[in-house]
Each structure stands twice: as C-alpha cells, then as structure tokens.
C-alpha cells in the first residue's frame, strides 16, 4: 500500500508540470470574441441569413408544439385583456400516450428515445449569436413612446403572440393594495412614469423607477461597431424585459455558463413578489435584488462578461445611492390578487369550485408540488433544486445550435399569478400550465390520472 | 488533491463516431458573431462560407482534435494490452475500435485545405503516455481511467466550443454529430472511475 501511494505521488509530480504548460482551450471559449468585419458587412451578413435563421426555429417550435390558439374557457389573465391558452401543447413521440409515458421508468424512456422534444431545452433563435430578444409588442411601444429601436436586423422573436404574457400587464403595488392596478393599460416608459406614478409613489421610489426605465449600453444595443440594430443604440432599460415589472417574455441566454454553445435560453421572470423572494437568478442565487440589480450590468446586459462591458461602455449602478432606490422600487411590486387563497396560502372552500379543491389536494399530496412551491411562503422554498432530467434523454445532441446537457441546479420560481407568466420554465420550454403538469408528473414519477391532471391545472389558474 | 493532479492528462480524444454519416447530416447552426471571419471569405454575404474554407476556429479545432484522437487510439491500444481490470480492458477496446473510425473521418474532412494535421503527438500526450508506460496493475487502471476522464470533459468542452464558433460546416457538423458518443464515452469513463477508486459518479 505504501509503495502504492508513493508511485502516486511521484507521478503527481511529474504530471503536474505538464498541466501547468498545457494548450488550454481558445479564450472564445470564455470571452467573447472582437468582431473581425466592418459592420456593414456583418449586418448585410446577419440580415441575408435572417430568413433562413427564423425557419430554422419555427422548425424547432413546429416538431415539438402545436402553437395553435385553443384557450382555457373562461380565463382571462389578471389585467382582463388576454384568454390563457389551455391544452397540452407538448408534442408525443410516436406510439406513446401521456399515460404510457409516465408508466415507464426514465431508463426505459431514455433508452427509447422516447423524452417528448418539448420537453428538452428550448434554443435561443440564433445560439450562436445569442443576446436580448424582445416580442414585437415591446419594439412597436418603445419605438412609439420613446423613439428607441429595439428591432433587431439578425433576429426576430420567435413564440406566438398569444404565448406571450398580457401587454401591458397591470401593475400591483404592495403600498396600495386599495388602488388595484395602477399602470391605467399603458406601458410604463421613461416618458411617461412621472405622470403616472406621482402622488403614489415616494421619492425614493420615483428614483429607482426612472433609473429601472433608463436605457444602458447592452451586447447588443449600443454604440460600437457591434450591435444588432440598424443605428448606433442607446441601450436598453430594465423595463424592456420586465415591462410593468412583470414579463414581455423577453428572451435571452443564462451569463453562467460557457460555451456559447451550452448556454441555455432564459425566459424573463416576473418581479412580483420580489419582496418574499430570498435567492435571485435561475443559477446564480444572488442574495438581494440589491445584487442583482447591481450585477444585471454583468449578465443581462453583457452576459457575464466584463471584459466586453468595459469596451461598450457599461453603466454600473451606484451601491449606496442607485441599487438600493431600484431595490426600493422593486420591491413594492405585489402579485395579482388572488381572491380564492386566504391570508396562508391556501383556498377558501367557500370560495374554490370543488374541482380547485380536488387540485389543492394533489398539489399538496400525490402530486409533490407543494414539497418545493410552499403555499406559505409565497409557493417558493427559496431553493435550488436539480431535477435530474437527463436521466429521461442522453445529453449532447445539438437542436439549432445548443447542445442539449443537464441543467442542475434551478430555482424555484413562485407560482402566485402564474397564469400571467407563459411560457414556463426558466428557459420557456412549456408553453401551457397543462404542459407543465405532464412534465412534472414525467419527472416526479407522480403517475397522475387525466382527472387530477386537469385539477391541478384548474388549482394552477385560481393562484 | 494529488489524486486529482495526477490524472489530469491533457488530452482531446476525438472520441467516437458510433454515428457513420455523410458529412452534413446535422444542419449546421447559424454563423453568429462574425468574430474570426476573414473579410475577404467566399460567400460571406449569404452568411454561409463556402466550404473548405475554414476560419481560425476550425484550423484550431482541426488540429486539437487530430492530437487527441492520435492520443486516444495509443492509449487505447496500451491498455488494451496492459489493463488489469476486464471493464478497463473493455473499455479501452472500445475507445480504439471507435476512435479508428472517427479518426478516418476527421482525417478525411482535414485533407487539404489549410488544416495541417499534426503527424506525431504533443509534448503532453508524450508525457502521458510515457507515465502509462511505467505504471502496472492496478496504478495502471486508475490513472488511465482518470486521464479517459480528463481527456473526453475536455474534449466535450473542445467540441461544444466549435459548434458555434466554427465556420467550415463539415467541422461543425462533425462536431454536432460525435459530440453525443462523446458524452456517452465520458458517462462511461466516470462510471468505470467510481466503481475503481470509490470516486463519485
């Protein structure tokens, strides 16, 4: 044994040098690369691919959803203005039911090739180029109202419109509960904020409301020779992606990992409720939104990478006088009422339709839900968990440029309002509450019937 | 601490090609950034170059993983022979039946062009193969096994890395196509590393 482990350690030695002298891997690998074309070349290059680009993912989006419009009867999301789409949209493989499929183990499943596409990460429109993507309801007011160019020359935004949340969302705000929404249907901009929001809003709050609708320079909006709009750009504003403070869907790719080809897509997340909420960033796990809205200068806007900042001319927030008056801000933001749930959480049986009840109880049960999305506490555990999908499907394949890997550690999103919030997921890959109930009765192992599948969506719509 | 360093070979095996194609089976994904494209490339303005004309990436690429395959068929071979542990020796068969076939592939797509392929190893393979070399038994097993491991996350790294940075769309097809054997070679590579040393999986 001993002789053993001093042969070890000899080699250990010996290899050590070698490892400290070893090729690493290109820096593109980490850091972003310098643009190496003039950028008449690169936008004429961009705009001739830009068809081809878009059919690449509408074939992605069309193998594994049907984007057709099939509402939820009688829903409405909060602001009264858009149905909730309804339905399992989630495309089976051939020769399976959604039954079958959760009666099967993840080795079988994944040995079959049998994991529903719909289910696996859901690609950015252009991987390789990544970036901020907005819908097209956001370009067209922030052109109106500001005269600000959010329209890409590479890119267009990919989902349909009506898997896109109500726009503009109303605006909730835990200082006046009394008030109900209080955006008057418009989205709040640079423009218009003061009108709207004096005499409601304290002076500090007023101050992190015009810095959150400030536009900054952004990878991809700015004013270097790199950018992805036609003129030399102002930047973005936090508001473009979490317009009202709730979410456009906007879309981008996480700043945590590396490389480019790994980096999965983000769905924007909500701020409401922001207030309850203890761990921010679906990896980054950010203690306060104070840092988060500091550091937002690092991965939203420049997806983690400093060195890139620096040259596009970063705004970074001021710790003591800027963060805190966002934070500030931010952290008025209530969720919609919800006149069904009591003071704990949990729903009123005087007020729930029985079938609600029926999905509490699966919810709170056979279904798991509850384990991590505590009623308490806001239906968050202020967690991350890993819920191990690859053990449904191999990792590696390529879908329009991103490898498909495991996604670790996520965290726990809130699902107060959640109806508001398509698509779900941290990356958008499930466009109904339906579709989420069958993914997570796949993952779980939780073998729900039809029955308490569609009560666990109609419990979904009442939160 | 030691154990870790020991066994972190530097390597980039071209592992596999279960996958037997033609060379553009997968579509290749969009060029993004123009980062590393020459002015003056063919076809630019379509955004899709002509083929065989890499940029700097795929020249990059090309010859990484022509070293690592080359490493990864010799250490096959060796402890194909010299492994102790039957699942190693199985194991390292079938990193050389596999890597032959990629290799003849890679081969055939870096023929010409710019992409001169190394003929003989580098100096860390050199020295990982030489430290193979003196090792039996059961020191022999681990520390191949680890280095297997080393060797195919880097080379997972190294192949993700080009799928979108590349240009040549046979590189990057290439890549897109082997990158799940990869994968499969590394989950196989770590099971091997636990059951041997205790390791997590």
Known sequence: ?463 | MKHSKLTSFRGLPVSVLLIVGPALAADPPPIGNPAGMAPDTPGVYEAHPQLQHPNTADLLFAREAALGAMAEVNAGKLAARKAQNPAIKDFANRMVSDHTNANGRLAALEKGDRMNVPDQLDKDHKVMMDQLGKLDGRDFDVAYIRGQVTDHQKTAQLYEWIIDNGQDPRLTSYAMETLPAVMRHLEMARALQAQLTGSAP
Request: hydrophobic share 35%; charged share 20%; aromatic share 8%.
């Open chain 1, 1 to 463: 044994m001993r002789a053993q482990r001093f042969s070890w350690l000899l080699g250990a030695s010996v290899l050590f040098y070698v490892v400290a002298s070893a090729d690493p891997l290109p820096p593109s690998a980490t850091y972003r690369n310098l643009p190496s074309l003039p950028f008449d070349t690169a936008k004429a290059n961009d705009e001739a691919a830009k068809p081809k680009v878009m059919q690449q993912q509408r074939d992605v989006l069309n193998e594994r959803y049907d984007l057709a419009d099939h509402q939820q009867p009688g829903v409405m999301m909060s602001g009264g203005r858009k149905p909730v789409q309804g339905g399992v949209r989630v495309k089976l493989p051939g020769g399976v039911t959604w039954d079958s499929l959760g009666s099967m183990s993840p080795e079988e499943i994944r040995s079959r090739k049998l994991l529903p596409a719909g289910f696996l990460p859901l690609p950015h429109v252009k991987q390789a180029t990544g970036g901020q993507v907005f819908p097209e309801n956001e370009i067209k007011e922030i052109g109106f109202q500001e005269g600000r160019d959010l329209r890409r020359f590479d890119v267009d935004f990919d989902l349909p419109e009506r898997f896109q949340p109500e726009f503009p969302a109303p605006i909730f705000l835990t200082t006046h509960p009394e008030l109900g929404d209080v955006s008057q249907g418009q989205l709040l901009t640079i423009r218009n904020y003061y009108s709207l929001m004096v005499g409601i809003l304290t002076p500090v709050q007023m101050e992190g409301l015009r810095l959150l609708l400030t536009p900054f320079p952004q990878e991809e909006f700015n004013q270097t020779e790199d950018h992805k709009v036609g003129e030399q750009s102002l930047g973005v504003t936090c508001l473009d992606c979490h317009s009202n403070f709730h979410t456009n869907a906007a879309f981008h790719q996480t700043p945590d990992v590396r490389p480019q080809a790994a980096r999965f897509r983000l769905d924007t997340v909500s701020l409401r409720g922001l207030f309850d909420q203890q761990i921010h960033g679906s990896k980054r796990s950010l203690r306060s939104v104070e840092d988060f809205s500091e550091f937002e200068q690092r991965t939203a806007y420049f997806n983690g990478d400093q060195v890139s900042a620096q040259r596009k001319g970063v705004h970074l927030p001021e710790r003591h006088d800027q963060t805190v008056m966002m934070a500030q801000m931010q952290n008025i933001i209530d969720f919609p009422p919800a006149p069904k749930l009591d003071p704990t959480g949990h729903l009123d049986p005087r007020k729930a339709s029985q079938q609600e009840l029926a999905g509490e109880q699966i919810f709170m049960g056979k279904g798991k839900c509850a384990q991590c999305h505590v009623p308490q506490t806001a239906f968050m555990d202020m967690q991350m968990h890993d819920l191990k999908l690859e053990r449904f499907y191999e990792p590696g394949q390529t879908v329009n440029g991103l490898v498909m890997l495991p996604d670790g550690p996520i965290k726990t999103f809130t699902l107060r309002g959640i109806k508001d919030s398509p698509p779900y997921l941290h990356d958008g890959r499930l466009p109904t509450l339906a579709d989420t109930v069958e993914f997570f009765n796949l993952v779980l192992g939780t073998r729900l019937t039809q029955q308490e599948k569609d009560s666990l969506v109609s419990y979904l719509l009442a939160l």
